[in-house]
């Protein structure tokens, strides 16, 4: 059974950065895609960025785009993602999440059904 641990967050100031990891325990991310989520309070979970499990395709929701990058590491078995820029309203709890993938073709895709969760840490962007 996949296991995800989301790690990195923090309270940082507008206009500052933060990484965090998603680490993955009990099973290789090998045929996983990995998508990240926010949920900030008062509004539903929203599907912000997501990467293949080659690493090769990455999609970000409109929100982060040009200010977060999503990235993965197969031999220490995490997945990251960096968030610049960062603003006031990025404050949420960020989650990661798999889903299986063993089809041929390159997949990942921002929200939608997942096999396995984090348990989310907290981002506050605030002065």
């Known amino acids: 059974q996949l296991q995800l641990v989301e790690s990195g967050g923090g309270l940082v100031q507008p206009g500052g950065s933060l990484r965090l990891s998603c680490a993955g325990s009990?099973?290789?991310?090998?045929?996983?895609?990995i998508g990240w989520f926010r949920q900030a309070p008062g509004k539903k979970r929203e599907g912000i960025s997501c990467i293949s499990s080659s690493g090769a395709t990455t999609i970000y929701g409109d929100s982060v785009k040009g200010r977060f990058t999503v990235s993965g590491d197969n031999i220490w078995n995490t997945a990251y993602l960096q968030m610049n820029s960062l603003k006031p309203e990025d404050t949420a709890v960020y989650f990661c999440a798999a889903k299986a993938w063993y089809g041929a073709n390159d997949y990942c895709a921002v929200g939608g059904e997942q096999d396995h969760w984090g348990q989310g840490t907290q981002v506050t962007v605030s002065s």
């Open positions: 009990g099973y290789g991310l090998d045929y996983y895609a």
